[in-house]
């Protein structure tokens, strides 16, 4: 699976939108970006993912560059409650013979303040 | 609406013990799974199973067995605990083997 690189800590002002870049040069054609978060001493929870298009969901939305070497993971309106640790992970997709793992790197630790 | 659970929740057990992690999932998803969380590598396959009575090693697999017997459970044994299985343990539940992963709370295993 293609590695992921993501800043290690990002502020954001409640109420304004978080922008969480991951770069994952290295990508192939049939691998997902999939999101997840932690926030702290629970369970990861997922976020969203996609292939190509930009996608939306009730929590988030993801924006990935036409040449699929990066994307963006955007919380609209922060609350403190999104304070947590992004995961951005790159996953093999179909026809692939390899389990469906999901590999973690060390994330982006968010930090919502009033 | 109970989802996935995990139990203990906190285990302290000493060196050489056996020890087993339970992990109960309500969807009948097929596909479940098993990680650990130390600082400094995040989390980490150790086993997974895409059915009852079908399992395969993760990442990390040394010194654990799995077992899956019904779709619903899949429990963890440290058949004999050392230092460095002290962690957090994280089951997760899939649908299928692509779709998002559901993650229980975790148990904090101390092994001493």
């Known amino acids: 699976d293609a590695k992921t690189t993501q800043p290690p800590s990002m502020d954001c002002a409640e109420g304004r939108a978080a922008n969480l870049p991951c770069n994952h040069s290295?990508?192939?054609?049939?691998?997902?970006v999939y999101w997840y978060r932690q926030i702290h001493s629970q369970g990861p929870q997922y976020i969203i993912h996609?292939?190509?298009n930009n996608e939306t969901n009730e929590m988030a939305s993801l924006i990935i560059t036409e040449d699929r070497k990066s994307s963006t993971l955007i919380l609209p309106h922060a609350t403190l409650r999104d304070t947590a640790v992004y995961y951005c992970?790159?996953?093999?997709?179909?026809?692939?013979?390899?389990?469906?793992?999901?590999?973690f790197g060390t994330g982006t630790r968010l930090q919502v303040t009033l | 609406d109970a989802g996935i659970t995990q139990s203990p929740r906190y285990k302290i057990t000493e060196t050489g013990r056996q020890v087993t992690l339970m992990c109960h999932q309500t969807?009948?998803?097929?596909?479940m799974f098993w990680y650990r969380q130390d600082l400094g590598h995040g989390l980490r396959l150790i086993y997974y199973?895409?059915?009852?009575?079908?399992?395969d090693k993760g990442e990390v697999p040394d010194g654990y067995v799995v077992s899956r017997s019904k779709t619903e459970n899949f429990p963890l044994t440290l058949e004999s605990a050392t230092r460095s299985q002290t962690s957090v343990y994280f089951c997760?539940?899939?649908?299928?083997?692509?779709?998002?992963?559901?993650f229980g709370p975790g148990t904090r295993l101390t092994v001493t």
């Open positions: 199973s895409a059915a009852a009575d079908i399992t």
């Open positions: 290295t990508i192939s054609g049939n691998e997902y």
């Open positions: 996609g292939l190509k």
């Open positions: 992970i790159v996953r093999a997709g179909l026809n692939t013979g390899t389990a469906s793992k999901l590999t």
């Open positions: 997760a539940s899939s649908e299928s083997r692509f779709g998002e992963q559901y």
């Open positions: 969807w009948s998803h097929s596909y």
